[in-house]
C-alpha cells in the first residue's frame, strides 16, 4: 500500500537525517552536544536562495562562523548537565498558581473551559514560560546577599522579576487562547493528550474561552504600564490571527512557497517568544542591541521548534504528540517537508493542488515524501534556526555572576531540546 510504502522511506530516511552531523568541541577540549557542523547543510537549491535573506537576516554570523564562535563566552560555565526546567520550576509553580486564579470567571461555564488547559496534570511543558524566566535571569545580574546599603536596589531588582513573571503569564495565556482557537479552526479532537476543548464542550465555548484568556492577557499587560512592551504582545495578537489567515486562504503559488510559509510560520509560532523576549529586555531597561539579541533568540527558537513539529507530524506517534498524527496533510496544510519533497518531484505538485480530501492523495503524497529528503532537510533547516538561536545567546555581553551564565546555558540547551524531541 502506498501509505505503508511512504512511511516506511520516511522512516529510513530519519533515522539518517543527522549521520552528516559532527559536534564540535567546547573552549575547554571536551565535546559538547549541541554544535553541529556545516556537514548538516543540504545543497543549494530555489527555496534556500528564496529565504537565504530571511535566515540570517538578524546580523548574526553565518551558520560556520557561529558554529566555531558558539561558546568563547560560555565556555567558562559548569559543564554538568542542566536541566532548564528545573532551574525556574519554583516560579513555574507559582505561575500555574496565579493563572488558575487569573481566569477565575463570573459564570461556571466559562471558567470551566478557560482554566482547561491550565489544570493540574495538563498544563503542557510550559515551554515558554520558562525560555521567559531562564531570559530573564540571563539579561540580569543578580544581587546576593543584599545589604542595607543595597537594599533599595534589591527591592527594585525584586520588582522587575514580578513585572517579567507577569510577561510569562501573558505568554502563557496568548499561546493557550491561540490553541483553543486553532483546535476550533482545525476541528481537532485531542489536545495535550485529552479531547480537545471543543471536542468535550463545543466550539461555541472554546471560542468564548479563548476570548476570554485575551482579555485576561490584556489586563495583565496594561498592569505593566509599558506603552513599548503593550504594543510588542499586542502585535503578536495581530500575527496570530494574520498567520492564521495566510494559512487558510492562501493561492496555488502561495501553498507552495517556502518563503510565504516561513512568513506565515514566524506569525504563528515565533513572533510571541521572540517578541516576549524582547518585552523582558525592555522591562529590564537594556540596550537596543540586546533587546535584538533577546528577539532574535526567541525568533530562531519558535522557527526550529516549528520544524520540529512539522517533522514529527509525519514521524511521531498520536500517544506521543498528544494529538493526532498526520494531522496537518488531513487538514490540507502543506509544511517543510512536503515543500522540500516537492523541489525533488515536482509531480508532487499535482498532487497538492488536487487537494487531501482523497485518501489516495493523501498515500501518493506520502509516497513521494518518503521517496525524499524532505524530513531530512526540514531537520536540518530547523537545525540551523537552533544554531542561530544559540549564537545569539553568546553574543550577549559578558557577565561573571553565575545565575546568569547557568541561565544562559540552559537557554543554549533548550535550542538541542527543540531539535532532538520526540513529542
Do not use: W
Not at 498526520?326 to 505538485?349: C, H, K, Q, W, Y
Amino acid at each position: 500500500m502506498l501509505f505503508s510504502r511512504g512511511l516506511s522511506r520516511i522512516s529510513r530516511n530519519l533515522r539518517g537525517s543527522l549521520n552528516g552531523c559532527r559536534r564540535f568541541p567546547s573552549g575547554r577540549g571536551q565535546n559538547h552536544p549541541l554544535i553541529l557542523s556545516n556537514t548538516c547543510q543540504s545543497p543549494g537549491n530555489s527555496s534556500e536562495k528564496v529565504f537565504r535573506s530571511f535566515l540570517f537576516s538578524n546580523g548574526l554570523p553565518s551558520l560556520h562562523s557561529a558554529s566555531h564562535q558558539f561558546h568563547n563566552q560560555s565556555s567558562s560555565i559548569i559543564e554538568d548537565q542542566l536541566d532548564p526546567f528545573s532551574l525556574v520550576a519554583d516560579e513555574l509553580s507559582l505561575l500555574a498558581n496565579r493563572l488558575r486564579a487569573m481566569v477565575v470567571a463570573e459564570v461556571p461555564k466559562l471558567a470551566s473551559a478557560a482554566e482547561y488547559f491550565f489544570k493540574m496534570g495538563v498544563e503542557g511543558k510550559r515551554f515558554r514560560p520558562t525560555i521567559i524566566l531562564l531570559m530573564s535571569t540571563a539579561l540580569h545580574v543578580q544581587i546576593p546577599n543584599p545589604s542595607p546599603s543595597n537594599e533599595l536596589e534589591s527591592i527594585l531588582t525584586t520588582e522587575l522579576r514580578s513585572r517579567q513573571r507577569c510577561i510569562a503569564e501573558i505568554t502563557e495565556m496568548i499561546h493557550v487562547a491561540s490553541l483553543l482557537h486553532d483546535d476550533v479552526l482545525d476541528d481537532a479532537d485531542t489536545r495535550r493528550g485529552i479531547g480537545s476543548l471543543n471536542f468535550v464542550m463545543g466550539n461555541k465555548l472554546a471560542v468564548l474561552a479563548g476570548d476570554f484568556l485575551l482579555s485576561r492577557a490584556c489586563v495583565a499587560l496594561a498592569s505593566l504600564k509599558n506603552t513599548e512592551v503593550v504594543s510588542l504582545l499586542a502585535t503578536v495578537v495581530e500575527h496570530l490571527v494574520t498567520g492564521e489567515t495566510m494559512q487558510m486562504s492562501t493561492t496555488s503559488d502561495q501553498r507552495c512557497s517556502m518563503e510565504y510559509y516561513m512568513q506565515k510560520t514566524y506569525y504563528k509560532t515565533a513572533s510571541l517568544i521572540s517578541n516576549s523576549c524582547k518585552a523582558i529586555a525592555l522591562l529590564g531597561g537594556h540596550a537596543a542591541e540586546v533587546a535584538m539579541l533577546a528577539f532574535d533568540y526567541g525568533k530562531n527558537l519558535g522557527l526550529a521548534f516549528q520544524l520540529m513539529d512539522d517533522v514529527l507530524d509525519f514521524t511521531g506517534t498520536s500517544t506521543s504528540l498528544g494529538k493526532g498524527s498526520l494531522s496537518d496533510i488531513r487538514n490540507g496544510i502543506v509544511t517543510a517537508p512536503m515543500l522540500f519533497a516537492m523541489e525533488e518531484f515536482p509531480d508532487l505538485r499535482v498532487v497538492i493542488e488536487g487537494g487531501f480530501d482523497n485518501p489516495a492523495n493523501v498515500d501518493l503524497a506520502l509516497d513521494y515524501l518518503g521517496k525524499s529528503r524532505g524530513i531530512q532537510r526540514t531537520r536540518e533547516l530547523a537545525i540551523k534556526h537552533a544554531n542561530l538561536a544559540a549564537a545569539a545567546i553568546d553574543s550577549l555581553p559578558e557577565s561573571n555572576d553565575e545565575e546568569v551564565k547557568r541561565s544562559r546555558r540552559a537557554l543554549i540547551d533548550l535550542t538541542q531540546r527543540v531539535i532532538s524531541r520526540t513529542k
